[in-house]
């Protein structure tokens, strides 16, 4: 890691003495490539077993209250394990990507579930996985935890059947009942069999397994200096030098802290969504944009032309009535983007994706319920 940091730093020194005019740049907040191997909690090591069981639950309506929607509704492997609508649609939905429609409309954008085993890594590449933040402000640690927050969500999975009480033994039950899942339980967790704790261990473990960090950008910072053109370089050190890598840093382009942008409101809500309480956001990771669109925590921006455009007109005043403008991050009154820095910018964004992912759709599930819930 600290060699991928000192390469980057490197190129960009380099870089600068060949300019005609030297640029000063910030050198404290850097970025570099992620790790080949992630780690996992101690209470949870990876099985092939665990993640193929993980993979299953991921893919099977029976987690839902209403027997119709799977993680994969709205984290589809075609839509990058994120989602093609602004704003996801939950309980009684039909369809999948631009398509789903009906059901009840939930208040934010679901983000890809690649790279989530690293959140929380540090510019340094440490990152533990028992606390790792999730959600748009960081209310849940771990991929063990988060895993059981949307089946007992009253919009995402839940619905209003079935209280919140009593979803969690409702589901474990479902599962006891399906021979196929009693087996893999029993031959993952031996003894322990089914339970609320190894539901969330088997998913998080697949999770984990979805990574994408072999972008060109990764492949340039590990010595393959022709992997990114120059536009692409370009971009990299202008990111640096208006001030991106100021919040989106480290190996996955986020210190995973909290900011006010003023992010305008989507205008399908009623009620502001006021993010960690005031209107706070996490800053979100930059990988696999290409495939994660729309943009932001309520999917306001469809391309990274208008997300640049905000920027823009963020860094002097709010762009969200609700918010003033001298609650804004200080970090957006530095930023200072020239208009022909842009194109190199969002090239280089670009450059941060990794199309190699697991990408397997599932016809079948244990429960023998269409796969993917009312998708088709
Ligand atoms: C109805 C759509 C929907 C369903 C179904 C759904 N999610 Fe999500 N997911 C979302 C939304 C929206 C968010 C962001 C919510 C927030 O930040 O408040 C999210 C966030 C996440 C995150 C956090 C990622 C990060 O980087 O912070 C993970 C992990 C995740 N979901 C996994 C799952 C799993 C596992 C399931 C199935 C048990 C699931 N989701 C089911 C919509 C959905
Ligand atoms: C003050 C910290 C900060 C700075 C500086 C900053 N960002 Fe962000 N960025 C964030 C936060 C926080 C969000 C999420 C905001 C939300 O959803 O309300 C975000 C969201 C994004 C997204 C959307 C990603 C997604 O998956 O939805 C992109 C793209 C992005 N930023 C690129 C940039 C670029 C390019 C720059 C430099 C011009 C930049 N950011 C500067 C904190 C920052």
Sequence with gaps: MNQSIAIIIFSILCFCACAPNPIELETENLFGSLPKEVN????????????????????????????????????????????????????????LSENRMNGVQVKRNAPTILNTAYNGISSEGEFNPSEAPMFWDNRSSSLETQALQPILSAEEMRGSEISELDIIDTILLRLQNIPEYVSMFHKVFGESGISEENLGKAIASFERSLTANDSKFDQYINGDASALSSLEIRGMINFTEVGCANCHSGPMFSDFELHVLTVPENDKLLEADRGDGNFAFRTPSLRNLVQTAPYMHNGIFETLEEVME???????????????????????????IPDDKVASIIAFLKALDDDNFDKEIINEVPSKLPAGGAIN
């Design 40 to 95: 996992h909690p101690i209470d949870n090591s990876p099985t092939m077993e665990k993640a193929l069981l993980g993979k299953k639950l991921f893919w099977d309506p029976i987690l839902s209250g209403s027997k119709d929607i799977a993680c994969v509704s709205c984290h589809h492997p075609n839509d990058g394990y994120a989602e093609q609508l602004d704003l996801s649609i939950g309980v009684g939905g039909v369809g």
């Design 310 to 336: 905000f920027y823009d007109d963020a860094d002097d005043e709010s762009q969200n009535s609700n918010v003033p403008s001298q609650n804004r991050d200080e970090k957006l009154e530095q930023l200072n």
